[in-house]
């Protein structure tokens, strides 16, 4: 069963490696039904404000009953658009308002592994944050060339300036981007693939880098007014007792949420992470990483939160975002069903491949 939840706080625009524009990815949001979408990209927040104008515009429009206010569509998991006339879909304008988080997603070191922290509910113009995406920017700028020159030497040309035109100027150009590059020029038969090949460590084209400890984004995102967010705790190649010493050292040194549930995900590891952020009294955070189309990774899809946990949400930092009105009406959220059964299994046996290979991603 596929489900798709109202509110989703990690995903990704073309400022860094997604496939979107902010605004194409509001019009998504609004597409799927969401009423909470956070832009977390990779290092950077140059996507949010144009994300939060847009949802300003379509949502003014939905109030005003705009025949050009964005309809609510089902974007079936094979990327066929289909509008469904019953269930929770086709609402009343006012239960379609879409709230735009500002968000990040940045990247750190721990050990000897690349860990994610989010942030949640940032200031984007708070200068302690934007001194650490411009240091960021510049250690991105360098690995991204020499990822490009190693990427020369096997025969694929140009790839940091292929990738940066695609993106949005002055983009995080990621092993994503380039991962989805080598793709689409017939090198590997997945995003997976190309990783594999090239990009991953002891592949031909892995730089090594050194990003700032977990503490130095921690405390950014704590100084812009955020929440700091573990994201994706089961996609580190770790064992359970170092990922429980990872969540003791970041709240240790200030974070406040860790993410629970992820689009790709089975029902265990979810009930293990659920286990952990009870342990460790940490808000609870859900999101589904969307990057581009694809069946397995899209929009509220799939994200689940125990109403016994508490959601990051209700954390303090979220109200200059969030009325208590809207809260409430949040806390419930809102599920549908909508393909078959036959469908299901194949994407959860796809999922469960994708997931087994990013395991070993590093
Ligand atoms: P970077 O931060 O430059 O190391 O790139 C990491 C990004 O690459 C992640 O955020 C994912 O979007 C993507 N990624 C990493 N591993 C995989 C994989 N095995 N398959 C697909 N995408 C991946
Ligand atoms: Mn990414
Ligand atoms: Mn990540
Ligand atoms: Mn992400």
């Given at each position: 069963m596929t489900t798709i939840s109202n509110i989703d706080l990690h995903c990704h625009t073309n400022?860094?490696?997604?496939?979107?524009t902010p605004r194409e990815v509001v019009l998504r949001a609004y597409g799927r039904g969401l009423n909470v979408l956070a832009i977390t990209d990779?290092?950077?927040?140059?996507g949010v404000q144009e994300a939060v104008d847009a949802a300003a515009h379509y949502n003014a429009l939905l109030r005003e009953g705009s025949s050009e206010a964005p309809v609510e569509t089902y974007i079936k998991p094979t990327a066929e658009i289909v509008k469904v006339?019953?269930?929770?879909?086709?609402?009343e304008p006012q239960d379609r308002q879409l709230t735009v988080i500002p968000g990040i997603e940045l990247s750190t070191g721990w050990r000897d592994e690349q860990i994610h922290i989010a942030g949640l509910f940032?200031?984007?113009?708070?200068e302690d944050l934007l001194k650490l995406v411009a240091t960021r920017r510049s250690s991105r700028m360098e690995r991204a060339l020499a990822i490009s020159e190693k990427l020369d030497r096997v025969g694929i040309h140009n790839a940091y300036e292929r990738c940066a035109a695609k993106a949005?100027?002055?983009?995080?150009?990621?092993r994503g981007n380039y991962a989805r590059l080598i793709y689409e020029d017939g090198l590997a038969d997945s995003i997976d693939e190309a990783f594999h090949k090239?990009?991953?460590?002891?592949?031909?084209a892995y730089v090594q880098t050194e990003w700032g400890p977990i503490s130095e984004a921690v405390e950014a995102i704590n100084a812009a007014g955020g929440i700091a967010v573990l994201a994706h705790?089961?996609?580190?190649?770790?064992s359970n007792q170092r990922l429980r010493k990872l969540i003791y050292e970041f709240k240790e040194c200030g974070g406040g949420a860790m993410?629970?549930?992820?689009?790709?995900?089975s029902p265990l590891d979810r009930d293990y992470l659920m286990s952990l952020c009870v342990k460790y009294e940490l808000y609870a955070s859900l999101g589904s990483d969307f990057h581009n189309?694809?069946?397995?990774?899209?929009?509220?899809?799939n994200l689940d939160l125990d109403p016994s946990l508490p959601a990051?949400?209700?954390?303090?930092?979220?109200e200059r975002f969030m009325s208590k009105d809207f809260k409430q009406r949040l806390v419930h959220l809102t599920y549908r069903k909508e393909y078959e059964e036959e469908e299901a299994e194949e994407a959860q046996k796809a999922v469960k491949h994708e997931e087994d290979h990013e395991r070993e991603q590093e």
């Open positions: 400022a860094s490696d997604g496939g979107f990779h290092d950077l927040v140059a006339e019953n269930g929770i879909l086709n609402r940032v200031d984007i113009y708070n949005q100027a002055g983009a995080s150009i990621t090239y990009l991953r460590r002891g592949q031909p705790p089961r996609r580190y190649n770790i993410e629970v549930s992820n689009s790709q995900q189309e694809g069946i397995y990774r899209d929009l509220g899809q990051v949400w209700t954390a303090p930092q979220a």
